[in-house]
Nanobody
Framework: VQLQASGGGLVQPGGSLRLSCAYS????????IAWFRQAPGKEREAVSC???????YYEDFVKGRFTISGDNAKNTVYLQMNDLKPDDTAVYFC??????????????????WGQGTQVTVSS
């Protein structure tokens, strides 16, 4: 299984970015794909998750600003990030698992990880 995250960059506060996570090499009927982020000197934290049923999850600090979605035809999951704040600056990773009944916000639940994409929010 391979995951490729992209779409990061430098944006001003209040701006938007859309991250993409392209995945390949799996045949899971059920899966979960999540976005995590890690800022310098901080622990990796969960951001959002989408499962194969279509259900989505968000951490409170991104609710109303970020939207996760998936395109099965393109094997890609997106994270639309609006109203970005300096505190959103981090390396963003996508992760995937075929395990069931996971705690979606826990990093060790995911076996497969992409390489990360840098998001910098600064004026």
């Amino acid at each position: 299984v391979q995951l490729q995250a992209s779409g990061g960059g430098l944006v001003q506060p209040g701006g938007s970015l859309r991250l993409s996570c392209a995945y390949s090499g799996f045949t899971f009927d059920e899966y979960a794909i999540a976005w995590f982020r890690q800022a310098p000197g901080k622990e990796r934290e969960a951001v959002s998750c989408i499962v194969s049923s279509g259900r989505v999850y968000y951490e409170d600090f991104v609710k109303g600003r970020f939207t996760i979605s998936g395109d099965n035809a393109k094997n890609t999951v997106y994270l639309q990030m609006n109203d970005l704040k300096p505190d959103d600056t981090a390396v963003y990773f996508c992760a995937m698992t075929d395990r069931q009944k996971i705690l979606w916000g826990i990093a060790v639940e995911y076996e497969y990880w992409g390489q990360g994409t840098q998001v910098t929010v600064s004026s």
